[in-house]
């Protein structure tokens, strides 16, 4: 339970999941047994919740957009609760369902300092955190009183249960409450648990559209596979940059350029299955469609002959046509009759092939690949060079090295 209450350190939110609430037990009580029953059902959901959510499961991002289209591997929830019935750290189980690359981390650790807390890390065994419950003071024996005393490290003395609020306890609440500006009366109360447990509301200048934007980025890590691999390729889209990790270290950067607004890239994870070296490049639907079709125009002809259609447009970007596998004049095609949609137009290798020298194929239904080729950069004084172009796949700047991991021919 205690574990599930700093949900929000994830950029969960623990009030999504019900819990029950210990205070509210009476052993005595008839329906004491009825009570253990509802509880234990809450527990129960509110543990699937948060492991689904953990692993991206609160949306579904391709209702955001098309082009967002993560494989989510949400865990099994008859699973969940055959393992969390017998670990011995049911805490820990619960943390493993969230990311544990070291960049989802540094956001977690980065929201709780914007939210005013301490940003320790998730294994600290002294990041302890006190739930809503009743007042704490002198005298009073409840469960809480032995989480107050881990926080606080204050370890009861031979003459007193762990549970009981002593004296030596009031004493150290008190010195906390004085440290931190608060009126020392040696009672915890809803505002002491909030000072314990380090969700003071923040004071940074824009700290609202910081915690915001840090939320949508940990709950983008959550669309990424739970486990990269020790060996795999990343493009971040927006900062335009491809990167090769190996052992957890990145061993190849490299800039890449992107889809445009109007033909963004999706986001999406997949396994490499094949590397293509001077790849032919089968022009994409969209291209024939938007791009090609429009400048196919149809010329009169003259006394002396002429006439037909001219594709200069194909002839500029050396793109070749085949109609049911054999290639054909496009100059003696009315395109007007027929639809471009029907027809293969590809580009073949060479030094002004659009995909380069090589192309990195894994396969998906948005027909999206990665390949290297040589990017120009203008020189100083002549404008800035756009990272962004017509096509949705990413583009290298140049080639990043390719060594032979196990597995691969």
Do not use: C
């Not at 969230?98 to 807390?117: I, S, T, W």
Request: no cysteine; glycine share 8%; proline share 8%.
């Amino acid at each position: 339970m205690a574990e599930i209450a700093k949900a929000d350190d994830y950029g969960l939110r623990a009030s999504d999941y019900a819990l029950p609430k210990p205070d509210t037990f009476d052993a005595s009580d008839p329906k004491a047994t009825d009570w253990l029953a509802d509880a234990e059902i809450k527990i129960s959901f509110a543990v699937l919740g948060y492991a689904n959510d953990a692993r991206g499961g609160r949306i579904n991002p391709s209702r955001l957009s098309e082009n967002l289209d993560p494989s989510l591997a949400l865990p099994n929830p008859s699973e969940v609760i055959e393992s969390i019935a017998f670990r011995s750290d049911p805490a820990a189980y619960l943390r493993s369902f969230q990311p544990d690359q070291p960049q989802f981390e540094a956001l977690r650790q980065k929201l709780v300092e914007l939210r005013g807390g301490n940003p320790k890390s998730a294994d600290d065994k002294s990041a302890v955190i006190i739930p809503d419950g009743p007042m704490l003071k002198m005298g009073m024996q409840h469960e809480q009183v032995v989480l107050l005393r881990k926080r606080l490290d204050v370890p009861a003395n031979s003459h007193a249960e762990e549970n009981t609020f002593d004296a030596a306890l009031v004493e150290v609440v008190e010195r906390f409450q004085d440290a931190h500006g608060v009126l020392p009366d040696g009672m915890v109360g809803p505002g002491m648990r909030r000072l314990l447990n380090g969700r003071q509301k923040t004071s940074v200048a824009g700290g609202s559209a910081k915690i915001r934007a840090i939320l949508v980025n940990m709950e983008r890590w959550r669309w990424l596979p739970h486990d990269l691999g020790p060996y795999y390729v990343t493009v971040n889209i927006p900062e335009f940059t491809l990167r090769v990790v190996a052992d957890s270290k990145t061993v190849h950067t490299t800039r890449v350029v992107v889809g445009k607004p109007d033909k963004q890239t999706p986001v999406f994870s997949d396994e490499m299955q094949e590397i293509v070296f001077n790849p032919f490049w089968n022009v994409p639907t969209s291209i024939k469609v938007e791009e090609i079709r429009p400048y196919l125009r149809e010329e009169a002809a003259w006394f002396f002959g002429g006439g037909g259609w001219n594709a200069a447009v194909l002839q500029r970007h050396n793109l070749r046509v085949k109609y049911l596998g054999r290639n054909v004049d496009p100059g003696a095609i009315d395109w007007n009759a027929m639809d471009i949609r029907n027809f293969e137009i590809y580009q073949p290798p060479g030094p002004d092939n659009v995909l380069g020298h090589v192309k990195f194929v894994f396969p998906n239904k948005h027909d999206v690949y990665m390949h290297a080729a040589e990017i120009l950069v203008r020189p100083a004084g002549q404008g800035r060079k756009s990272r962004l172009h017509a096509g949705a796949e990413p583009r290298a700047a140049r080639s990043y090295p390719v060594e032979a991991r196990p597995g691969m021919e």
